[in-house]
């Protein structure tokens, strides 16, 4: 779930943490799962759907106006025959294609209107707002029995001038426990937004409320991700926000669990977690409490030699399990590509742990980890990219064995390990051919940032090369003008 325009809104700050970031144009995309791992259906029919970004699409000759991607499961998995390509250009859909606007910068699905359909909540961040360049927009499509076709509503920003790139950040959840999907949404400042639940047919939510995590705001372009999962058991859906730290001159990356309550997300009660700047939340173990997964993809030094904390040679993973009282944060434990046999050596620049999602693959009530490795070398392929599958046990994830690896070199992949794939920028587990178990999607930047969707399915027990096949910008109705960055932010 990397993105383009995230990275370089955080890039400043970023920098200073690692030394040496991907020079992709875009931070991880949230991964959100809770102990069940609700999973989208826009179009009601029982099988799961997945949706996600072509934000530096042209639209109409305009450059970064950015589309929605939507595909539809069917009993032989996703492709691009069955599926739906939304712009700001759509019939029904709000506002207009416009250079910049990057819809689909970020996204994240619920039945916000509680109609038994799941909807997309769409973020713009480079919508330019009147005379206020790059405000953000929001907007809000909605399913039907015929899916995603556009139809939709813009989401106003409570407060406009106050920040840029409203929308940039968004996280779906019933954060009070009333039975309504509320939305999280982020910008450039550090106040997080929460949209109560009960969102109507004219954008307006069922209330409104903010809350304000110590991280960065403005320098470093407000939360990275915003994550949303149930950790505690509750009826309510806790938040994880990634970001930076206030209190110091780097900026350390900071994420803080904030749980929820009858009376919605509470600060008062947050708590200081493991780094990284993409989350996942799921019941790995099956506790019945949801497990934190962060990725801290970076080098553990930055180029003047500062020690960065927490980091591990070639990229780190940190699962921080959950219980009634929430995180146990006083045993993390820290997964590297030199942990057991997990596939690969641990190697400077990496990135294991550039995106993560959770799914059961297998169906045995354990959840997986599908891990992107984005900037893997192989052979003379330089950053050419891989996907690290790693599966739960009742005593979590297993390092030891039965772990997975693909790369487009792995025998019935589609595609050829090249130079900057970074095949794994990101990953989804969804169950999208009905059977009860978690496929995999892989986003790459193949053909020079046109992207790529890689689909591999499981066969009950394991995920399988068998019927994979990838799916492109041009069979999709995505132009190749530029680089549309298709792929690069999978909905959650």
Do not use: C
């Not at 690692?18 to 609700?38: E, H, K, M, N, R």
């Not at 039945?111 to 961040?125: E, K, L």
């Not at 209190?247 to 904030?258: E, Q, S």
Request: glycine fraction near 18%.
């Amino acid at each position: 779930m990397h993105k383009p325009l995230r990275l370089a809104l955080a890039t400043a700050a970023a920098v200073a943490l690692t030394g040496g970031l991907l020079t992709f144009t875009a931070v991880s995309a949230t991964a959100a799962d809770s102990t069940s791992v609700p999973q989208a259906d826009f179009n009601g029919d029982g099988i799961g759907d997945t949706a996600f970004s072509a934000d530096g699409a042209y639209v109409n000759g305009r450059n970064g106006a950015g589309q929605v991607v939507v595909l539809y499961g069917t009993k032989t998995g996703v492709s691009s025959a069955k599926r739906s390509t939304i712009s700001q250009n759509t019939a029904g859909s709000p506002g207009t294609a416009e250079a910049g606007d990057r819809f689909g910068g970020d996204t994240a699905y619920a039945d916000f209107n509680g109609d038994g359909y799941d909807d997309i909540a769409v973020g713009s961040p480079g919508e330019d707002v009147g005379s206020d360049k790059d405000g953000g927009g929001l907007a809000i499509l909605w399913g039907s029995a015929s899916g995603i076709t556009g139809k939709g509503v813009s989401v106003a920003d409570p407060t406009p001038t106050a920040h840029d790139y409203w929308g940039k950040n968004l996280a779906a959840g019933d954060f009070d426990g009333d039975g309504k999907a509320d939305l999280a949404v982020g910008s450039s400042a550090a106040t997080v937004y929460v949209l109560k639940g009960g969102i109507n047919a004219s954008g307006v939510p069922g209330g409104k409320y903010t809350i304000k995590p110590p991280i960065m705001g403005s320098d470093a372009n407000g939360p990275l991700n915003l994550t949303a999962g149930n950790i505690n058991g509750g009826p309510e859906t806790d938040l994880v926000i990634d970001g930076f730290e206030t209190d110091t001159d780097y900026g350390w990356n900071k994420n803080y669990y904030v749980p929820g309550s009858s009376g919605g997300l509470n600060m008062s009660w947050s708590e200081t977690l493991k780094p990284g700047v993409i989350t996942a939340i799921g019941d790995i173990d099956h506790d019945g409490y949801g497990d934190i997964v962060s990725g801290a993809y970076w080098n553990p030094t930055t180029e003047d030699g500062t020690t960065v904390p927490d980091a591990g040679k070639g990229g780190k993973v940190w699962v921080t399990y959950g219980s009634d009282g929430g995180p146990i944060t006083t045993n993390a434990t820290g997964i590297t590509q030199d942990t057991g046999n997990v596939p690969g050596t641990a190697e400077g620049n990496d990135f294991f742990g550039y995106e993560l999602d959770l799914g059961d693959v297998n169906g045995d009530g354990f959840l997986d980890l599908a891990i992107g490795v984005a900037g893997e070398n192989i052979g003379s392929a330089a950053n050419t990219g891989a996907v690290t599958v790693l599966y739960g046990t009742a005593s979590g994830l297993n390092t030891a064995s039965g772990a997975q690896s693909f790369a487009q070199s792995t025998a019935g992949v589609p595609g050829n390990d090249e130079k900057d794939d970074y095949f794994g920028q990101d990953v989804k587990l969804d169950d999208v051919t009905g059977d009860g178990r978690a496929d995999l999607l892989v986003g790459s930047r193949e053909n020079a940032d046109n992207g790529a969707v890689t689909y591999l399915p499981s066969d009950g027990t394991k995920i399988v090369t068998s019927g994979s096949r990838t799916l492109s910008p041009s069979t999709s109705g995505v132009s190749t003008t530029g680089t549309p960055f298709f792929g690069a932010n999978f909905a959650d």
